[in-house]
């Protein structure tokens, strides 16, 4: 459909069609010059995706897994969706994420959430939370979820967080199972937040990459540089994902 168009198209994986390039991993397509990034795929997939892509290309996201938070169309609107790109008809969604930094790593940048969690349950660590400007708090619990917009309907969702409009700049903050009630607080992404725990830290960003961080050793998280950007065709925009939850 898409070469009938006069496009070209780049594959991860291979789909061994003619005239279709590939590229050997989906970190790869990147690094290429690409206008627009279609998945076909469920929602972890897309998360997957917007890890290893480090800019703004628009993505439109045809859902063939379970809910489609994340995805605008099913297989089946494709034709009619392509044909009111070719046209201009669309509208452009940004979405703020999260860049985590342990010392001098910089890791993969987060759509939905960075989880900060104890590695073991025999020590509840104190968590220290610089929100700069000398807001600083420490607190003893089992972890903490650093939210954006974006995943405020995931993880901290469960735990009882509030739904943030998608377009808002802030990032949320979630204790979680704190000893002493903590309030979730919303602040800007514009300003950088740092943690410590006293244990030894799991940190995981968007329920998928695992990276361990030493006791006693500051996280550093701030708003990515490139916003995630998706293909949208309606005005639904930021209240888009009530609607994908099941809310009517």
Do not use: W
């Amino acid at each position: 459909m898409l070469l009938n168009r006069g496009l070209s198209v780049t594959s991860f994986p291979n789909l061994h069609v003619k005239n279709v390039d590939h590229v050997p991993t989906v970190k790869e397509i990147g690094s290429n010059k690409i206008d627009l990034i279609v998945t076909v795929s469920g929602d972890g997939t897309i998360l997957r995706m917007l890890r290893v892509l480090d800019n703004s290309t628009p993505c439109l996201c045809v859902n063939v897994g379970g809910r489609g938070i994340l995805a605008e169309i099913k297989p089946d609107q494709a034709r009619i969706a392509f044909d009111k790109i070719l046209n201009g008809d669309m509208i452009l969604e940004r979405r703020s994420r999260i860049r985590s930094q342990i010392k001098e790593r910089t890791l993969p940048p987060a759509l939905n959430e960075v989880h900060l969690l104890r590695q073991t349950a025999a020590h509840t660590p104190s968590f220290t939370i610089d929100f700069d400007s000398g807001a600083v708090f420490t607190q003893r619990m089992d972890g903490v979820l650093i939210s954006t917009p974006t995943g405020s309907t995931g993880h901290s969702y469960s735990y009882g967080a509030p739904f943030l409009e998608g377009s808002l700049d802030v990032f949320m903050i979630t204790p979680e199972g704190p000893i002493n009630r903590f309030p979730i607080v919303v602040k800007r992404a514009n300003s950088p937040v740092r943690i410590l725990g006293t244990f030894a830290l799991d940190l995981i960003i968007d329920g998928q990459d695992v990276f361990a961080v030493e006791a006693d050793t500051f996280v550093s998280l701030k708003k990515h540089d490139h916003d995630a950007v998706f293909v949208r065709f309606d005005t639904a925009g930021s209240f888009r994902q009530l609607k994908n939850l099941g809310f009517k």
